[in-house]
């Protein structure tokens, strides 16, 4: 049985890098994102910054599963740009990340060889100036119980470590805690099976 993956590789913010190419200059700028409208704005106020720049390429990785991603060429030869920006964030194993590499052109070609390496380069340096954070992967879950019942409930809480989300102590209580994912099937048969005590997944609208 494969273990349970239930962390992700991200950057607490944004950061920049910078390389030089026979004239050419590639400004790298690498974001935290959680969708690609959130880069598509950052594009467009690179693209107010940087009005002279002939090419704004990009890539992203999205999700905690790293199920979504894109490369843009933005006008230069195919796969020249995007996809080795791409390269570059999967090469660090980061997901919900947007890199954009602006580009002026120096009068010299490069050749399609010497794109590639220099858009990979700029936006190496911008994640190499960034820092690297690890994020859990949690799921929820809510609690139903009487109140006669809230001592074994949260002696219980205390022994997973879990975080409480919120709670409402009544005569009917209702508690909501956060577990990391490889946790939470313990949690539930913690809980399962107990008199007046009910366990269900919160599962996101």
Known sequence: ???????????????EGFFKDRGSKFFGYAYPITSEQELKLKIEDLKKEHHTA?????????KQDYSVYRANDDGEPTNAAGKPILGQIDAKELTNV???????????????GGMMNA?????????NNAEIVECTIDEEFELRFGYPEMN??????????VDIISQ??????????????????????????????????????
Do not use: W
């Open 1 to 15: 049985m494969s273990e349970i993956k239930d962390s992700y590789k991200t950057i607490k913010a944004p950061s």
């Open 54 to 62: 002939r090419h704004h390429c990009y890539a992203y990785r999205l």
């Open 98 to 112: 947007g890199v954009v590499v602006v580009r002026y052109f120096g009068g010299t070609k490069l050749g399609v």
């Open 119 to 127: 858009y990979k380069t700029a936006a190496l340096e911008a994640l």
């Open 152 to 161: 074994t409930v949260m002696r219980f809480i205390k022994d997973l470590g």
């Open 168 to 205: 409402k102590m009544e005569l009917d209580c209702r508690l909501i805690f956060a577990i990391r994912k490889k946790e939470a099937l313990k949690a539930q048969e913690k809980f399962t099976g107990l008199k007046n005590i009910s366990i269900k997944k919160v599962v996101d609208e």
